[in-house]
């Protein structure tokens, strides 16, 4: 059964930075595509980054373009989500995704397995 675990969210104020982890179990996606979503109470989940299988290519949502870093350890079958300059626009729950194709912008109904979900509040 594959699971996708995420931490490291939390509350921080705007200007800070916090660094989430999604360790991944069940099956290895270290020859896939892996990425974080996010969604906003009363928003659709969107898009925030993807990262191809070697860790060689990513792709961002313009608006954190600059403020943060995907990455990925397929050593550890883990990905992570460094994110800096914080603003309140960014407060959500943020997904994991794996296993599907790397492009620059994922739709989130392409994507077969999701994480429980991290809370990242920013406040101003």
């Known amino acids: 059964q594959v699971q996708l675990v995420e931490s490291g969210g939390g509350l921080v104020q705007a200007g800070g930075s916090l660094r989430l982890s999604c360790a991944a179990s069940?099956?290895?996606?270290?020859?896939?595509?892996m990425g974080w979503f996010r969604q906003a109470p009363g928003k659709e989940r969107e898009f925030v980054a993807t990262i191809n299988w070697s860790g060689g290519t990513s792709s961002y949502l313009d608006s954190v373009k600059g403020r943060f870093t995907i990455s990925r350890d397929n050593a550890k079958n883990t990905i992570y989500l460094q994110m800096n300059s914080l603003k309140p626009e960014d407060t959500a729950v943020y997904y994991c995704?794996?296993?599907?194709?790397?492009?620059?912008?994922?739709?989130?109904?392409?994507?077969?397995?999701w994480g429980q979900g991290t809370q990242v509040t920013v406040s101003s």
């Open positions: 995704s794996a296993g599907h194709p790397f492009m620059a912008i994922i739709p989130a109904k392409e994507v077969p397995y």
């Open positions: 069940g099956r290895t996606f270290s020859t896939s595509a």
